[in-house]
């Protein structure tokens, strides 16, 4: 799977505006508490609660969009990894019953902040950019909403990532891989989170 390549990333790409499609998964809501970000940061994580997908999948390696427009800016509270035996996942967790709309796809370096353009040094060789909006990462008196803008779990795919972005109800973080590698995209609620996994 490491000679997958860059290559890969070019191999379509995935509008979605229905309930269920390839790629994406919207379980119903479930009523159970989310694990603590310091219980999924590290070693093997537990399932998120409500997650009924599958352990092993195809993903995909072009790019899914989601649009979402109108209402308030989803309020990004928390963020976490963990490791799993055959994947690596990202779980952004938002305030409310909503998750915002979403773009999530490969992008060639150099990587840079959405405000002021400044390069951004991230560890990996694939570059996964999970772009969220309406969101923000603050409060509206403008006091940051999560405790860590970057994570460096050092995983066997996600080496680290870092947000690049918190401007104009748009959200972006970038996700340093080891390599380029099929993924998918769920969303889970109560609460209501957008996760990534990244096939090992």
Not at 37 to 64: C, L, M, N, Q, Y
Not at 76 to 81: F, N, P, Q, S, W
Request: charged share 25%; aromatic share 6%.
């Amino acid at each position: 799977m490491r000679a997958l390549g860059l290559a890969l990333v070019l191999c379509g790409v995935i509008t979605l505006s229905c309930r269920k499609d390839k790629g994406v998964n919207r379980p119903d809501p479930v009523s159970l508490s989310t694990p603590s970000s310091t219980e999924a940061a590290g070693g093997a994580a537990p399932k998120e609660p409500g997650d009924t997908s599958p352990e092993h999948f195809d993903g995909i390696a072009g790019i899914v969009d989601v649009k979402r427009s109108g209402g308030t800016p989803a309020v990004l509270r928390d963020i976490r990894t963990g490791k799993h035996p055959d994947f690596d996942r990202v779980v952004f967790e938002f305030e409310g019953n909503e998750v915002p709309g979403y773009h999530v796809e490969y992008v060639d370096k150099p990587v840079r902040t959405c405000g002021s353009g400044e390069l951004v040094t991230i560890a990996g060789y694939g570059y996964l950019l999970v772009r969220m909006t309406p969101a923000q990462s603050h409060t509206n008196a403008g006091k940051p909403t999560l405790k860590q803008r970057s994570l460096s779990p050092n995983f066997p795919v996600i080496k680290e990532l870092k947000q690049i972005c918190d401007f104009e109800a748009e959200v972006q973080w970038v996700l340093g891989l080891s390599h380029p590698n099929r993924y998918r995209v769920l969303e889970l609620s109560t609460p209501s989170r957008l996760v990534v996994d990244i096939r090992h």
